[in-house]
């Protein structure tokens, strides 16, 4: 609603519901997995994270922090994107502004965020597991999303 009334997003964002429909969409047709993504996911009974749901926390850090990452290596321009498409546009509305808001690491941080570099034998272990699969995605997977 906020974004609507300050022109970063059209009319109907709020009352109409497009990302929701997007994601649910998605959901029910079961989108693919990247074969390399897949094999990360740790089995949800995983004694290393006892109490934690591993899926629930890979696609809270390890997805979502790549989401960004490739959204910045893929679209260097947010005018790409067409929002008067009449089918696409509305999330080419919201991928506009996540581009220029929510993708770039945050400078200066005054602690480590990457599983990349980090001294806690969990992410250390998942680092190492995911750069020999993929070093240059593993490089990029976040502990917490910061943006």
Known sequence: DTWEKQGLLSNGWTSKGPFLKCVNHGIKHG???HGNIIDLVPPRDSSILSGI????????????SLDHTLMEWNLPDPLWLDVDDPR???MAELGRVVRVGFVQD???LYFNKRFKGSNHP???EVYEKAAKIDKKLADHMD?????
Request: aromatic share 18%.
């Open 88 to 90: 696409f546009g509305k």
């Open 31 to 33: 989108i693919g997995q």
């Open 53 to 64: 749901d591993g899926e629930a926390m890979f696609v809270g850090t390890i997805l979502h």
């Open 106 to 108: 945050v400078p200066f």
């Open 122 to 124: 969990f992410y250390k």
């Open 143 to 147: 502990t917490c999303i910061i943006k």
